[in-house]
């Protein structure tokens, strides 16, 4: 049922969307669906549980069998195509699962961005000597609100522009230092 939920989102807004149409599309029966989900919203919350498992299968195991704690400031430094390109890549392919998770208010707030905080973020900052739990929290949503405002545009537009341009694009905004060529 998450597979149909997905394809249908792919051509209507998530609030648009009926459950004997989600059913219909998996081919199942009504009493199926409410033997698994009390309503659509517990369908899309599996829904996005199982993206950001795959956002982050997305990665190999690039992020997973990192240790932080052994790398260099230098080697800290995720707005690299190393790490853009599988995410870019993801949200392309998810496309509309990414807007219905950012516009909607559909999907319960922060499950992924939490799951980035501690496992990408908190070590970095720490690696840097920012421990301060508020200051993280703080720095964390700033970096992702500003990726994520780039990421929507992209989206918005039909992820037109070629994802190493967009690459360049978060680089620059992130390291303007880095003058990165577009």
């Keep these: 049922m998450d597979d149909a939920l997905v394809a249908l989102l792919e051509h209507r807004e998530f609030k648009n969307i ?7 599309k998996a081919g199942v029966n009504r009493s199926t669906f ?11 919350k599996e829904t996005q549980e199982r993206a950001v498992s795959d956002f982050f299968t997305s990665f190999g195991s690039t992020l997973s069998s990192a240790d932080f704690s052994e790398m260099t400031a230098e080697e800290l430094i995720f707005i690299t195509p ?10 392309k392919k998810n ?9 909607s208010g559909a999907f319960p707030i922060g499950d992924m961005d939490k799951q980035l905080i501690e496992k990408i973020f908190v070590p970095i900052y720490a690696k ?8 993280v929290e703080y720095m964390s949503r700033y970096f992702m609100s500003g990726v994520t405002a780039i990421t ?8 037109e522009d070629d994802i190493l341009f ?4 978060i680089s620059i905004c ?6 990165a060529p577009l």
């Design 34 to 44: 409410y033997a698994h989900y009390e309503n659509l919203y517990d369908l899309l």
């Design 174 to 179: 992130v390291r303007p230092s880095m003058k």
């Design 95 to 103: 496309r509309r699962l990414y807007e219905v998770y950012n516009n």
């Design 82 to 91: 190393q790490y853009l390109v599988p995410y870019l890549s993801f949200i």
């Design 166 to 169: 967009l690459c360049e694009v």
């Design 152 to 159: 929507m545009e992209w989206v918005r537009q039909g992820c």
């Design 18 to 24: 009926s459950i004997m149409e989600v059913c219909e």
């Design 128 to 135: 840097n000597g920012v421990t301060d739990k508020r200051i």
